[in-house]
């Protein structure tokens, strides 16, 4: 479930120079003379059930006062995508979330540019931000799917328009980055995520789904979507007793309720969150398989109805899960799944409409090695 509270914490943040996006102009180190930007992560390349895509996140920050109209993406002098849904405009801070079709042959330049349109006192300015591109980015990594086989909708799965894509956890002061001459204010380590829900008959419970026990997806086995280490876990969090409620107040402690994170060989970290309390069946330094059954599917945390919410994060620096907030200040990337099939897409709110709306397949698509898209129903 996307994290909906406004998350601060005391941390450092280094390493932003391995992203190399650049200004055309120079401003003061408190960005209030001019437009800055920054990436918080590297482009990367996903490939979903719709088509290939380069994603990468904006950190804009603009002079008081003023306001961002928009983005031009540009390759050359050619506007490749104009962006103009903000999801932040909090004290002259805004995100972008670019997702450009990929080219099937590649880039033919090693810059693209983001042209920032600036209105201030009945004026418009135009600058500009570097971001380099490679020629090819390689493809997702892959791990199989944490849940047994079934019809499972993929709620706020990555699309430009995901709650999920568009979180972010703030950091207490934006963090100045030298090399980019810009200003990173948070980390989304859910930027790739998915809420998965079961499907029987084409619902996702039955009865009334008022009761934890309704939810056809309620109690199954999560299990590992590929082999690790277990470097942090949480248990003890009670669930949400009535689906549609949380029951207690999310803080730093319990927003992800009861959770596994499993180290793989490349340093990147699996999360596998909301599960029943008192139901892991692993513990810290454990190593386990893939496959391997970790928990049982829950309510707990910041969750409003039974599901499991999974995503995959770097970890470079192998950074040291100690404190329960720590894993929510890393960078999400995207992963596929080996195969599946698409049955359809479900409406954007489709677990809260009342009275429930029972989806029917449109398709029996077969897909390999991608992610779905935002709300797809997947079968595998």
Same mark, same amino acid.
């Given at each position: ?16 120079? %391995? ?26 390349? +996903? ?32 506007? %490749? ?14 995100? =972008? ?14 810059? %693209? ?61 934006? +963090? ?57 876990? *949480? ?5 949400? &007793? ?62 409003? *109805?039974?599901? %499991? ?15 329960? *907030?720590?894993? &929510?200040?890393?960078?999400? +990337?995207?992963?596929?799944?080996? =195969? ?10 489709? &677990? ?29």
């Amino acid at each position: 479930m996307i994290y909906r509270i406004t998350v601060t914490i005391c941390l450092l943040v280094t390493g932003f120079a %391995l992203f190399l996006g650049c200004q055309d102009h120079q401003i003061n180190p408190d960005g209030t003379s001019s437009v800055s930007a920054a990436l918080p992560s590297a482009p990367v390349k +996903v490939t979903n059930t719709v088509g290939e895509w380069l994603v990468y996140d904006l950190h804009v920050h603009t002079p008081p006062g003023s306001t961002l109209q928009k983005i031009d993406v540009m390759r050359g002098n050619e506007v %490749l995508s104009t962006f103009t849904d903000f999801s932040i405009r909090k004290d002259s801070f805004y995100l =972008a979330h670019i997702w450009l079709p990929y080219p099937r042959s590649g880039w033919d330049v090693d810059v %693209l540019t983001n042209r920032f349109h600036v209105s201030q006192s009945g004026r418009t300015s135009v600058s500009t931000f570097q971001v380099k591109i490679d020629r090819q980015y390689p493809d997702q990594r892959r791990v199989g799917f944490p849940l047994p086989s079934g019809t499972w909708f993929t709620e706020d799965a990555p699309d430009p328009s995901s709650l999920h894509t568009r979180a972010l956890f703030l950091f207490p002061q934006p +963090v100045f980055d030298p090399a980019q001459n810009g200003y990173v204010i948070g980390n989304n380590p859910q930027r790739y995520a998915i809420d998965f829900t079961k499907l029987v008959d084409g619902l996702p419970y039955k009865n009334k789904g008022d009761k934890n026990e309704d939810w056809y997806c309620y109690n199954q086995p999560i299990l590992a979507a590929e082999g690790g280490t277990v470097v942090f876990a *949480a248990d003890g969090i009670a669930n949400n &007793l009535t689906p549609g409620k949380v029951d207690y107040s999310i803080d730093f402690t319990n927003v992800t309720g009861n959770v596994v994170y499993i180290e793989h060989s490349d340093g990147t970290l699996a999360m596998y969150a909301h599960m029943i309390p008192n139901s892991l069946l692993v513990k810290v330094g454990q190593k386990v398989a893939a496959g391997q059954e970790l928990g049982r599917l829950g309510n707990s945390g910041n969750s409003i *109805a039974p599901h %499991l919410h999974f995503h995959v994060v770097a970890n470079p620096d192998r950074k040291k899960l100690v404190n329960y *907030a720590d894993g &929510l200040f890393l960078e999400g +990337v995207p992963y596929s799944f080996p =195969a599946f099939r698409k049955l359809g897409t479900a409406p954007d709110d489709f &677990l809260t409409q009342q009275p429930v709306f029972r989806f029917t397949p449109t398709t029996s698509e077969p897909f390999s090695n991608v992610i779905p898209q935002k709300s797809d129903v997947v079968e595998f």
